[in-house]
């Protein structure tokens, strides 16, 4: 062997083999400072790569908790809304209520997706009655029905982009196909009913049938096995550090990581990685198998 490619060899393995493989709930006091080796034993060191994450990552992403307690926080991306009544096209498969519908084009795709899950089955009175709510319609909002059915601007998730407000041309949503379908099947698309009725002293908000909120697999699928709404789901986290599991074939991991300062991740290098904030004090990373056929579908059932 020439001797520059025995150097880099030698280069390579040495790189390799001082990269930091973080565990979870170790990036405290930790910013940018590889630890010595702390090798991950589930995959070959050199399928992760180190991404650099910050406090700004604490408010963003799918699984940002927002209620009376912890409100949309200024660091918070304002997400870019599409108005559905002025894009008719964009309606398939349900109705909206009036002129003011909004939402970000990712989560119409997310919903468009279930609503065509739903018509397969035949249940398609579906209703769109809000969506992304800005903090003025918020405050109108807030001002029209007081504080049992709207919460101030800023403490809804509505202003986040990740909710709707869903009904039945058919009737209430607690006793409509519409609901029933949505409280058996919204977690197979990523979404959760939000405010469940035997849920309201954990959530402080009382029972909204209507209510779903979008979290992505495998957030939502773990969170309707074990009956979690998004608080406990979060603290379950906190506590498990990380949490396996299976969905539809495909096999994830979940992991939070504590975040006071600016920290390395260890995430895999082929990207089949999420990551979002919790809106408190930390971060959730979801990795996923890459070996499985439907991966090119991720998030999407
Ligand atoms: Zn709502």
Do not use: C
Request: net charge negative.
């Amino acid at each position: 062997m020439k001797k520059w490619i025995f150097g880099i060899v030698v280069l390579i393995l040495l790189v390799y083999g001082l990269n930091v493989i973080q565990q979870p709930g170790e990036t405290e006091g930790k910013a940018a400072k590889p630890p010595a080796n702390a090798p991950n034993q589930q995959q070959p060191e050199a399928d992760f790569t180190s991404l650099t994450i910050d406090r700004e990552d604490i408010y963003r992403g799918d699984l940002l908790l927002i209620n009376l307690q912890y409100p949309v926080s200024e660091q918070t991306e304002v997400p870019d809304v599409v108005n559905l009544f002025e894009h008719q096209e964009l309606v398939k498969g349900f109705g909206i209520l009036d002129q003011d519908i909004k939402l970000p084009m990712e989560m119409l795709e997310w919903f468009t997706d279930m609503m065509e899950s739903a018509m397969a089955d035949g249940v398609n009175h579906f209703l769109i009655n809000s969506g992304y709510r800005d903090n003025e319609e918020q405050a109108l909002l807030y001002e029209q029905l007081g504080s049992v059915y709207a919460k101030p601007p800023g403490y809804s998730e509505h202003n986040l982009g990740l909710s709707l407000d869903l009904g039945s041309s058919l009737g209430l949503m607690k006793d409509a196909p519409e609901g029933k379908w949505l409280q058996e099947n919204a977690w197979k698309h990523g979404f959760v009913l939000r405010y469940p009725e035997n849920k309201t002293e954990v959530t402080g908000v009382i029972y909204e049938p209507w209510h779903f909120r979008y979290v992505g697999l495998p957030h939502s699928a773990i969170m309707q096995e074990r009956g979690m709404v998004l608080e406990e789901y979060l603290t379950y986290l906190k506590v498990q550090k990380r949490v396996q599991t299976v969905v539809d074939g495909k096999a994830y991991e979940v992991s939070y990581y504590p975040v006071r300062s600016a920290a390395k991740l260890s995430v895999p290098i082929k990207g089949n990685y999420s990551l979002s904030g919790n809106n408190m004090d930390g971060v959730i990373l979801t990795t996923w198998d890459t070996g499985s056929p439907s991966d090119r579908e991720a998030g999407s059932r």
